[in-house]
Nanobody, 123 residues
């Protein structure tokens, strides 16, 4: 069983930055792919970013490409999402996800999910 705990959400102004972190409990965290999803009110959950176990293949949604950056620290069992140039449409609950298989993370079918952290961007 893998537990994920997100942190770092909050309120930011448009054009500002926030950094989200996700701490994983798995002893074999280094073997897992990690990702971030978000869900805005009244909308379906959508893919934001993902990174494979070796950190060699980050993948981003077109809507955040060039503004968000995903990275991981296997020694600390954490993955972070640096969000720059925030826009009001980035407002959502952000969820951390993990799975042994990168495609499952990207596809939204990860085995494990965190409870989410709220990000609100004001205009």
């Amino acid at each position: 069983q893998v537990q994920l705990v997100e942190s770092g959400g909050g309120l930011a102004q448009a054009g500002g930055s926030l950094k989200l972190s996700c701490a994983a409990s798995a002893r074999t965290f280094s073997s897992y792919a990690m990702g971030w999803f978000r869900q805005a009110p009244g909308k379906e959950r959508e893919f934001v970013a993902a990174i494979n176990w070796s950190s060699s293949i980050p993948k981003y949604a077109d809507s955040v490409k060039g503004r968000f950056s995903i990275s991981r620290d296997s020694a600390k069992n954490t993955v972070t999402l640096q969000m720059n140039s925030l826009k009001p449409e980035d407002t959502a609950v952000y969820y951390c996800a993990t799975d042994l298989y990168f495609n499952r993370v990207v596809g939204g079918t990860s085995a494990y999910w965190g409870r989410g952290t709220q990000v609100t961007v004001s205009s």
